[in-house]
């Protein structure tokens, strides 16, 4: 039993992880579209829905 607890955690751990990687990679990309001259709302829009998702995916694992 303590076994599965401590692997349930590693992979909790690293789904935070993956979530957390994932977050900053979108910052990187919003950051980019927002200096383009003609930035595409649409595309930022949805990068920003996603970026959200994760934001409320992470809050949600750190609630658990």
Known sequence: PLN???EANMSLQGRKSELANKHRQL???IEEEEKRPAADTLRLKDL???KLKIKEELRWLEAS
Do not use: I
């Open 4 to 6: 599965k607890q401590k």
């Open 27 to 29: 910052d990187q990309k």
């Open 48 to 50: 920003k829905r996603q």
